[in-house]
Structure formats: structure tokens, C-alpha cells
């Protein structure tokens, strides 16, 4: 019989499906609403210091199975999230997601969520593509380190992660992993969307904030999502998991983050078009792809990508 139990950072869900922050979370009502779908669990909004409206409209797309967004984080600030998780009984297994604008940002972020009590796991949003003015901290590795280092100072080991960017030379996952795994941190969650993609509708720029460029969801990314996340369990520690994220639209692509290297993964564009029923389908969608492999649990395929030998042939490749 197949099974979705997941074990993530020494706590148990029922299945490895979550919001990816920014999407379905900004307000106590729709982090409500994931309580009640079927997601194992929720991520909230990334939360600031202070309440931000973001970026000007029009700051949302849609294309098909794609999205690009410049939100530019907008969110009603630390404590309404913390006061939501906070009252909620299964607290230990949210994740509660921050962004310090500011270095100095993150010890106000870290008094605040551990004087509130809250002991489930903290998100650190390194990758934001979309504040104007504001470069993603997960590029500059020295900034990164930096971070982390604070961060190790100031929350309890193995209780925080971070979002990571997109990367796309072996260097960078050289240097990345190298720098993550000096500190105690529980996971990583890559990727955040690619930044600053530009799409026109008819001729114009679909979108408004920074001369139309945003962070791009949906189908078109899972190749590089699969490619990081691979990457990353190839080089991160072994006690260092991975939350998958980008272009996830069904169950096959679910599958295909969690072989590999994801423990859990999370749904961005396809929850925004299609609302907090997709997680069932998705579910189901995704035991269904193990059933076909006869794989009864995660544990049975996660981090077991093979390769393909010189001269195998893939079905349907031209040569």
C-alpha cells in the first residue's frame, strides 16, 4: 500500500505537500484554508519587520502553466503571523517564514519569534528577486555567510533554513553548500522563482514594477529546480534536508523533486491558478506515479536519481 508519510527535521507529516510562501498565506483566512485542505502543512507569508503593500499592480501573471510576479514582499508584518501560529495547536510542524530587509532586520525578526514561544521551524527568505533597489542576498555569498552566522547565533540549532535562488554553475553550488554546511540549519528550500524574466502581452509588458521584470513560476523552471535540488543532496550534509520547490503541476514532477533529493516539496503558480483542492490531486497523482515504479514509501526513491549510461536510448530522444 503506498504511504505519503514524510519525516522532515525530526517531525512527522502525512503527506510532503506545502505552500510555497507568498502564495495562499498573506492573511489568517487563507492560511486557514490550507489548514482545512490537504496539505501536510503550511508556510507563511515572508514576513518583515513591519507591514509592506509592495510593489505597485499590475504585479501578477498568468501564462498557462506559468506565472511572473514582482510582489515585492508584500505582508502585514511579523507579529500578524506570529500571532496566527502562535494559536495553533500544531505549531511545531509550521513553518514560519521571515525577510530581513536589513542585516539588521534579522535579530528584531529573531526576538520577536522567540519571545512569542512559536516552536516550529523558521524559513530565512535569502532570495527575494523582487524588491526594487534591493539585490537577493543569496548571490553574494560573503552577505549570505554573514546571515547565517547571525543566524546560528541566534535561534536554536536545526530549528531554521533558508530560501536559496536559483543557481546555475557547479561553482556556485561548490561555494553555496561549502557556506551552508558550517551551521546547524534543518533545510534548505530551493528554488525561490528566477528572477527578473520578462513576458509581453501583446506589446507590452505584462506586468508593471521594474520596467516589467519579475520572478518567474510555473512548468517552465522545474528543470533548473530539479537541477538545484539535485545539486544540493549531492553536496549538503546528510542531516540537511531539502524542501523542493519550482514547477510543480502534478504528481510526475512531485516525484521527480523527491528522486532527487527533496523531502518535501512545495506548490507556488499551480495552487495561485488553481486553489487549496489541488493538493488532493496532486496527492493522489503522485501515489499513482509510485504505485507505477511499486514503491510503497518516500524513503523507497528519495535522493535515488539514476543516470543514464553512454548509449542507453530514452524513449522518444531523436539522435
Avoid at 487563507?30 to 514576513?47: H, I, N, R
Avoid at 502553466?65 to 510542524?93: A, R
Avoid at 509550521?94 to 532586520?105: A, E, N, Q, V
Avoid at 527575494?128 to 535561534?155: S, T
Wanted: aromatic share 10%; charged share 20%; with cysteine.
Amino acid at each position: 500500500m503506498v504511504q505519503l508519510n514524510t519525516e522532515f527535521a525530526g517531525r512527522t507529516y502525512h503527506s510532503p505537500f506545502m505552500n510555497a510562501s507568498g502564495v495562499h498565506c498573506g492573511l489568517h483566512k487563507l492560511l486557514d484554508d490550507l489548514v482545512g485542505a490537504e496539505a501536510a502543512t503550511y508556510v507563511t507569508k515572508s514576513a518583515t519587520v513591519e507591514k509592506r503593500s509592495g510593489n505597485p499592480d499590475p504585479r501578477y501573471y498568468n501564462s498557462d502553466q506559468n506565472s511572473l510576479n514582482s510582489m515585492g514582499l508584500p505582508n502585514e508584518g511579523v507579529e500578524y503571523y506570529l500571532d496566527y501560529v502562535t494559536k495553533d495547536p500544531h505549531s511545531k510542524n509550521r513553518l514560519f517564514s521571515i525577510s530581513p530587509m536589513t542585516f539588521y532586520d534579522l535579530p528584531i525578526l529573531a526576538e520577536k519569534i522567540n519571545a512569542s514561544g512559536f516552536d516550529g521551524l523558521i524559513e530565512i527568505n535569502l532570495s527575494c528577486p523582487n524588491v526594487v533597489g534591493k539585490p537577493q542576498i543569496g548571490y553574494d555569498f560573503e552577505q549570505m555567510a554573514a546571515y547565517l552566522k547571525a543566524a546560528n547565533e541566534l535561534f536554536e540549532p536545526h530549528t531554521y533554513g533558508v530560501k536559496l535562488p536559483p543557481y546555475f554553475d557547479f561553482a556556485h553550488f561548490d561555494t553555496v553548500a561549502e557556506i551552508l554546511n558550517r551551521y546547524p540549519i534543518a533545510f534548505v528550500n530551493s528554488i525561490n522563482s528566477v528572477g527578473n524574466a520578462l513576458m509581453i502581452h501583446e506589446q507590452q509588458t505584462a506586468i508593471f514594477p521594474k520596467h516589467g521584470h519579475g520572478g518567474l513560476g510555473g512548468a517552465f523552471i522545474k528543470p533548473i529546480a530539479l537541477s538545484n535540488v539535485h545539486a544540493f543532496h549531492q553536496r549538503l550534509n546528510a542531516n540537511i534536508e531539502i524542501i523542493g520547490t519550482g514547477g510543480i503541476t502534478n504528481g510526475r514532477d512531485a516525484f521527480e523533486h523527491i528522486l532527487c533529493g527533496a523531502s518535501m516539496v512545495q506548490l507556488g503558480t499551480v495552487l495561485a491558478q488553481k486553489g487549496t483542492g489541488i493538493f488532493k490531486i496532486i496527492e493522489n497523482e503522485l501515489k499513482a506515479e509510485m504505485a507505477k515504479y511499486g514503491y510503497e514509501s518516500i524513503d523507497d526513491f528519495k535522493g535515488k536519481l539514476q543516470y543514464i549510461q553512454e548509449n542507453d536510448a530514452i524513449s522518444g530522444a531523436s539522435h
